[in-house]
């Protein structure tokens, strides 16, 4: 079965820069769409982007301009590049494969911490 595994979270300043990495074992992920999330305590899971088969990307509003998503195939993994970040970016970070009838692919999550 396919196995997801985040890693890259840590604990930065205020504008520091992070990269967000989504390896997968069992499944290739070049030939899907592949999701990041975050969840902050408290608050509801958030879609933060998205990369489509075409490699057609899409970001939310807070974070558009700063975050890019991208496919690395060689490594068959998903990274999401985090610029300036803010303390609002505070959560935990999932690697996220949409599949039908409630069967998602999901890592564990890492965490980011943005101090001001």
């Known amino acids: 079965q396919g196995q997801l595994v985040e890693s890259g979270g840590n604990s930065v300043q205020s504008g520091g820069s992070l990269r967000l990495s989504c390896a997968a074992s069992?499944?290739?992920?070049?030939?899907?769409?592949v999701r990041w999330y975050r969840q902050a305590p408290g608050k509801e899971r958030e879609l933060v982007a998205g990369i489509t088969l075409g490699d057609v990307t899409t970001y939310s509003g807070s974070v558009k301009g700063r975050f890019t998503i991208s496919r690395d195939n060689a490594k068959n993994t998903v990274d999401l590049q985090m610029n300036n970040l803010k303390p609002e970016d505070t959560a935990v970070y999932y690697c996220n494969i949409p599949r039908p009838n409630n069967s998602d692919f999901w890592g564990q999550g890492t965490q980011v911490t943005v101090s001001s």
């Open positions: 069992g499944v290739s992920l070049k030939f899907l769409v």
